[in-house]
């Protein structure tokens, strides 16, 4: 069994359309999205729909929340330009999608073989909110993963990519396929990544492997698609693919 696990889409087509074709290209079995799919990026609405064909697991990241419970947003943040923008997106989206995210799970558990689960979720299994790190103390973990035990877990969220040990746990966080950041960093805009990011996880024959995944992009094309939109962070977009 061979999951691909993809995370924070936010609305970028050409991204997740290069990421798709690099799954195929590596054979997934299937396809778990761990959240954030339609918001602060260009192409919310055409985003939703290539994941509806691809008929793949989604979890509610807190984009996805924010879309379907607009209120919960300013209690996560107050910044005018994300404001804005998840307020565009949600504007644009037709009921049929607003329906398809209301229906994704916060958590669920991906059967790898007869010795392995996979459990996924996007912050942490109790919070779309919280952020795991590769410096997050082990007596945080206890406290954010809540005593959930598996040989390996996943989640998204942060926008970079994670492997670690937890207690004998592998968790790992696949990075971003639509806007991967370059360092973990709070109060400033970080700094985007032109690679669309995943993760494969392998179970054979008793054995696990994790593995990185970066798709490279073409910066002129991720710039035009910013620019054709009116997406209120197409300014910050289009500085950052220049």
């Not at 970028?12 to 690099?22: C, P, S």
């Amino acid at each position: 069994m061979r999951a691909a696990l993809i995370s924070d889409i936010h609305a970028n087509e050409i991204a997740l359309r290069a990421l798709l074709a690099d799954i195929a290209r590596v054979r997934a079995d299937e396809i778990v999205c761990l959240g954030d799919v339609a918001t602060l990026g260009p192409r919310p609405g055409t985003v939703i729909e290539i994941l509806r064909e691809c008929v793949c697991t989604c979890v509610m990241g807190n984009h996805g929340e924010f879309l379907v419970d607009p209120a919960l947003f300013h209690t996560y943040s107050e910044q005018k330009p994300v404001i804005e923008a998840v307020e565009w997106c949600r504007s644009g989206l037709a009921r049929a999608d607003l329906e398809f995210v209301r229906g994704f799970q916060r958590t669920c558990q991906i059967r790898l073989d007869d010795r392995s689960t996979l459990p996924v979720f996007h912050g942490s299994p109790l919070s779309n909110r919280v952020d795991i790190l590769a410096t997050t103390s082990t007596d945080e973990l206890d406290e954010l993963l809540a005593g959930h035990v598996a040989t390996v877990m996943a989640g998204g969220h942060t926008r970079v990519q994670v492997l670690r040990r937890y207690r004998g746990t592998l968790l790992v966080n696949p990075g971003s396929v639509g806007l991967p950041i370059e360092e973990y960093i709070t109060g400033r805009a970080p700094t985007l990544l032109t690679d669309a990011e995943y993760a494969t996880v392998e179970a054979a024959g008793g054995r696990l492997s994790v593995r990185w995944h970066r798709v490279p992009l073409d910066c002129k094309s991720l710039r035009e698609a910013a620019q054709a939109s009116d997406v209120p962070l197409r300014d910050l977009l289009v500085q950052q693919y220049s």
